[in-house]
């Protein structure tokens, strides 16, 4: 098999880089359902405080267009690391109890996904937020709920959607992980 089909994706994506459009796409759908938990429970954070973070008056959907952006670029971030060797090889990996064993990569993919939103709630909201909102000297801070358990939930969507629409777009069982950065 060549190093071309053993990237294709489930939809017929046929690159190497399949991972970035799986991660761009799972990166959209996660931030738009973690959207919509955040305007149910609070819509001020969408429409007021995402784009107080950057000094942006709360103008139309801006909010909602940072926050997808966000999504996009984070969900890139997700389809980069999962598609690495290293993180390949344990997925794909052979586990040794019977609980483990019982799962497919599937099931492997949208775990990382679920991990992956919880490390990102861990790091954006509650460790890289406050830092920018001292540099940047605004405001914003009281408005936006890091620690709440919406913001928590809302990433664990966001990871757990990401995870899923990535394992259902982009095919790791056959991939190569030697040729994971190939063009």
Known sequence: M???????SA?????????SVGGALGGAIGAAAFGLLMWAVDPEVLAVAIPAIYGLDPVGVIGWGIHVAHGIVLGLVFGFVVTRETIVSVLKASPETDALSRTNLTLRV??????????????????????????VGTQAAGDFPAIAVESLLGHVLFGTVLGIVFAASVDLRDRDPETSLEE
């Open 110 to 135: 949208i775990a990382a996904g679920f991990v992956f939103g919880l490390a990102i709630w861990a790091i954006l909201p509650l460790l890289v937020l406050p830092v920018w909102l001292e540099a």
């Open 11 to 19: 939809f017929g994506i046929e690159s190497s880089w399949g991972w």
């Open 2 to 8: 060549s190093a071309e089909s053993d990237n294709t």
